[in-house]
């Protein structure tokens, strides 16, 4: 099972009963909140014209899209795949600040390069565990900022090589510095056919490793990208279910209607009801998932 399913399936299990309450209903203004009394859970969503705001027991991601189609962001969300990687893009925020470090995409990493080097037959001897015993079997690697820097550091087996233009080249060294005193102290000779260049010759380092990608998105972006799609869903349902309100003549109509009959109490409810009506304060009824 995946990562993301795996958090799909705690989000299923968490609200599999929960409650849908309306606290606001005004056009694109909405406000509604489910709650998940079993496991103690709690969903808020909100929404204003091209933003959308979900929050509750697992933390608040701010949503905004400015275009043609994206002024409802529940039309936006409706009835789409869960895809965090995208949506991570339309945070407020910014995508990073939904990603985490993940030491196992780190350690992934080394032992693909490892295995090419090895596949390929250029690897230096003992390569495999000199990578275990030094990076692999550390703590550091538990630290982003760490691992990077323990990595670069790397070698082994590495030799340089000092080459001048002309054609000439030193021996092997074990250090770049010991490369470099092969033009100081046998090829002085200066000039533009002279020009001396040391490059790594042999052995195994890994090369500009700040451009991997070890990072993955937070278990609880992931699952308030689950809450949404669902929760738009459920309020979906829930409007469809609701029965349609009563227009104002069919409201005045009834009113009278009691009132001929000296029903006070219906009088008082149907002007309430109507009243709230017009507020937009009715909650939605309650929905299980």
């Given at each position: ?11 299923r ?14 056009g ?9 009394p ?23 991601f ?9 002024e ?24 990073n ?10 350690e ?11 596949q ?15 990076i ?17 550091e ?7 090589r ?31 056919k ?8 042999g052995g195994?380092?890994?090369d500009?490793?700040?451009?991997w ?10 699952y308030?990208c ?8 459920q ?29 006070m ?20 009824a309650?929905?299980?998932?």
């Amino acid at each position: 099972m995946s990562e993301y399913a795996r958090i799909a399936g705690h989000f299923r299990s968490d609200f599999a009963e929960a409650k849908l309450t309306a606290q606001r209903e005004d056009g694109l203004f909405r406000h509604i909140e489910f709650a998940a009394p079993k496991s103690m859970n709690r969903l808020v969503i909100v929404t204003w014209p091209y933003n959308l705001l979900v929050a509750g027991s697992h933390g608040s991601f701010h949503f905004e899209r400015f275009g043609p189609d994206t002024e409802d962001m529940f039309a936006w969300l409706r009835g789409l795949r869960v895809d965090p990687n995208s949506w991570a893009s339309k945070l407020v925020d910014g995508g990073n600040s939904v990603r985490e470090y993940d030491r196992s995409l780190m350690e992934a990493q080394i032992k693909e390069l490892v295995a090419e080097a090895i596949q390929d037959d250029w690897a230096p001897e003992g390569l495999e565990q000199a990578v275990r015993e030094k990076i692999l079997d550390s703590h550091i690697l538990d630290n982003e900022g760490a691992a990077f820097q323990l990595i670069s550091e790397f070698e082994h087996g590495v030799t340089w090589r000092a080459e001048c233009s002309c054609g000439m080249s030193g021996g092997e060294a074990d250090s770049y510095y010991g490369a470099t005193l092969w033009e100081a102290r046998e090829h002085p000779a200066g000039g533009k056919k002279h020009v001396v260049k040391v490059r790594q010759s042999g052995g195994f380092a890994f090369d500009d490793c700040t451009e991997w990608h070890v990072s993955k998105l937070t278990y609880h972006f992931v699952y308030q990208c689950h809450a949404a799609v669902w929760a738009i869903a459920q309020y979906d349902a829930a409007r469809k279910d609701a029965p349609e309100p009563a227009s104002p003549a069919e409201t005045l109509s009834a009113i009278r209607t009691a009132a001929q009959a000296d029903d006070m109490p219906m009088v008082r409810r149907l002007v309430a009801d109507h009243f709230a009506a017009v507020r937009g304060a009715e909650d939605i009824a309650a929905v299980t998932s």
